[in-house]
């Protein structure tokens, strides 16, 4: 792909799905022996902000117990601000499953680019660990 045309692609992308849940920098100390932003780092990225979102719907400890999904669209760099968009899928009886998106801007620079996405579910547990209901008021969709 060119790169105009990958300009104008994403330039006519969508918006992020979902509301920003973590915002970071991509760091040297990030990168894999190629030089780009590692796919381990960019993951566990996506677990935390799934977590603080998961954690608010559940008032309370969360556990992230499963990932589906997971697609590399486009390489991180070093400098890349990487923001992770969070949108509920469905909640159940003790787990929240989220649908997660990393956008990146390249050098703080728009447009906006989406480079991953995912499903991730997490459990509400109590202070032993064990699964516990989600409040029955909490947001459903």
Not at 103 to 129: C, M, Y
């Amino acid at each position: 792909m060119t790169a105009d045309k990958e300009k104008t692609l994403f330039a006519e992308s969508t918006m992020p799905r979902g509301d920003l849940c973590t915002r970071t920098l991509a760091m040297p100390a990030d990168t894999n022996p190629s030089g780009d932003i590692f796919g381990g780092w960019l993951m566990s990225q996506m677990d935390i902000a799934g977590g603080v979102l998961a954690s608010q719907i559940a008032e309370g400890r969360v556990a992230t117990i499963a990932v589906d999904g997971m697609t590399f669209h486009r390489p991180v760099y070093v400098g890349d601000t990487v923001c992770v968009y969070g949108d509920i899928e469905r909640i159940g009886n003790t787990s929240i499953v989220l649908h997660l998106e990393s956008w990146v801007l390249r050098r703080n620079q728009p447009p906006r680019i989406k480079v991953t996405e995912a499903t991730f579910t997490f459990v509400a547990i109590d202070a032993e660990g064990r699964p516990r209901p989600v409040r029955n008021d909490a947001i459903k969709v």
